[in-house]
């Protein structure tokens, strides 16, 4: 009898089997966006517009020297090719520049969020002993323009409040 369960149970999962296929949207032409692995490249991504040029914003929250590990954004062309060249966008570097406190490995780019037609936010963690989550509005053109919000949002995080 429990042989009987397990086959219908093995039967089972092989038919479900059939209905769960992981794709990309086009199978055909993908887009391939190669980065830093070691900057943990793809951590977040977004789609983004600015003056009709179309790209995406990729994270590498790993980004930077292992002694500072500040994290930051990569802009990749969606363009005709197939393999894109992605640039730095050097968030770290911009975004953090006003800030008085050591920032040391603060991960920019863990998550990006949409807040404009041209601009987007971007947050880290800083992982020392300050235990603060940053989150600074940037707008991308051109160049790259990031206003902190709140002093790059120093709002002390506790384990509690995942609890």
């Known amino acids: 009898m429990e042989l009987r369960k397990y086959l219908m149970c093995l039967e ?10 992981c794709f990309n949207i086009d199978v055909k032409n993908p887009r391939i966006f190669t980065g830093p692995e070691d900057a943990l490249f793809g951590f977040s ?25 500040k994290g930051d954004v990569y802009k990749c062309i969606v363009g005709d090719e197939r393999n894109s060249n992605c640039s730095k966008v050097n968030l770290g570097e911009i ?34 002993n300050t235990g603060r989550l940053f989150s600074c509005f940037c707008y991308v053109g051109i160049g790259v323009i990031c206003w902190s919000l709140k002093g790059c949002g120093e709002a002390r995080l506790g384990l509690s409040e995942f609890e």
Do not use: Y
């Open 95 to 128: 975004a953090l520049q006003n800030v008085s406190k050591n920032l040391r490995n603060s991960h920019l780019g863990m998550t990006l969020t949409p807040d404009s037609p041209d601009g987007f936010l971007v947050r880290g963690l800083n992982t020392g």
């Open 12 to 21: 089972f999962i092989l038919l479900l089997k059939e209905f769960c296929q």
């Open 45 to 69: 991504v977004l789609q983004h517009e600015s003056n009709g040029e179309k790209s995406m914003l990729v994270g590498a929250p790993w980004d930077g020297p292992p002694n500072n590990r």
